[in-house]
């Protein structure tokens, strides 16, 4: 079964600040990547997702980015970040038949901006 | 558009039955998910309803009624380490998850 390492699992960083949380997925091949934002009381917002190598699409306009450089390696990024993007982000890979499987998460990796 | 809605929290009793409602509103529907999270951790499958009817798991079981645009999870002999939020989701017709914004369960002693 897959397995979905994510790091850091915390980090506090000031506002303006660069940052980047990877992500790399382990016992599957040509997975769908996903990241997602979890805010305090409010449901997962899907930040990017990717179906393959260099592939990202893009789901809500923000300072972030997301790149695919390997097939189980997927980075989210940001050159300066804001107040607003604090929160709980997850990193998810979709196995299974079809388009119907099941996503496993990553353990999360918590961001608080300053 | 979509809609899901679920409530923000429910109390019960440790060894008692639980129901946490999900309602809908879609234009395409490929299945609803529910997932437990527990505070700080990420979320973990519980169940996948894609057609009407009934799903049991052990303590866990999921109902799903497409015409009404409902589905429940239902917690048997409800244990302690149950409390988590549990999220409902569903799968539109370009199988992308819309969530719900969970529902926080309190099992008390």
């Known amino acids: 079964s897959q397995t979905i390492h994510q790091w850091p699992a915390t980090l506090v960083q000031p506002v303006g600040s660069p940052l980047s949380l990877e992500c790399t997925v382990e016992g599957t091949s040509n997975p769908n990547l996903y990241w997602y934002r979890q805010a305090a009381g409010r449901g997962l917002q899907l930040l990017f997702y990717?179906?393959?190598?260099?592939?990202i699409s893009s789901e809500v306009p923000q300072n972030l980015s997301a790149s695919r450089p390997q097939d189980r390696q997927f980075i989210l990024s940001s050159k300066k970040l804001l107040l607003s993007d604090s929160g709980f982000y997850l990193c998810?890979?979709?196995?299974?038949?079809?388009?119907?499987?099941?996503?496993?998460f990553g353990e999360g990796s918590r961001l608080t901006v300053l | 558009g979509q809609n899901i809605d679920q409530p923000t929290e429910m109390t019960a009793t440790e060894g008692a039955i639980v129901q946490i409602n999900c309602t809908y509103q879609t234009s395409g529907f490929n299945g609803l998910f529910w997932y437990q999270q527990h505070a700080g951790e990420a979320p973990t499958f519980l169940s996948y309803?894609?057609l009407d009817g009934l799903e049991e798991k052990g303590r866990f079981s999921s109902f799903l009624s497409r015409s009404k645009g409902y589905s429940y999870l239902l917690l048997k002999e409800l244990q302690m380490k149950d409390s988590a939020s549990y999220l409902c989701?569903?799968?539109?017709?370009?199988?992308?998850?819309?969530w719900g914004a969970g529902t926080k369960l309190i099992i008390k002693p």
């Open positions: 990717s179906v393959g190598i260099g592939q």
């Open positions: 309803n894609v």
């Open positions: 989701a569903l799968m539109d017709s370009n199988y992308q998850l819309i």
């Open positions: 998810a890979c979709r196995t299974g038949t079809g388009d119907s499987g099941e996503l496993f």
